[in-house]
């Protein structure tokens, strides 16, 4: 197996990654391209979403408060709200809301429902 380096170096990339080990140093997050490339949503949904997976990823749900999310993003607790309200809106993530004080449970979404189209096929 080739490390990260003589890859990089093979494919003539720009990139240099020196003094860590990408896969191990704190791990990695993988957000899917058909977030990061939906020009609908901003940077901050896009963070947001890939924050959640993070939390999300080995249990397949997640459940951070708003202002634990707002502090990972170095965000106020009002735009985390309405980065979560943009990833609703869009389809990306579900909000089940438990009550009686406890954090809501997020369902993240990576595939999203199209909506028929108006006019003639």
Request: charged fraction near 25%.
């Amino acid at each position: 197996m080739q490390d990260i380096k003589t890859l990089l170096a093979a494919k003539k990339q720009n990139l240099l990654l020196k003094g860590f080990d990408p896969v191990t140093a704190q791990g990695f997050t993988q957000v899917p391209n058909v977030i990061l490339e939906n020009e609908r949503l901003s940077l901050g949904a896009k963070l947001c979403y890939a924050l959640l997976l993070r939390y999300a990823w080995q249990e397949e749900r997640c459940f951070p408060g708003q202002q634990a999310l707002a502090n990972k993003l170095g965000s106020c607790r009002r735009s985390v709200i309405a980065f979560l309200k943009e990833l609703e809106e869009s389809g990306y993530v579900e909000k089940v809301r438990r009550g009686m004080g406890k954090t809501n449970i997020y369902i993240l979404h990576c595939k999203v429902k199209s909506k028929p189209r108006k006019g003639p096929a």
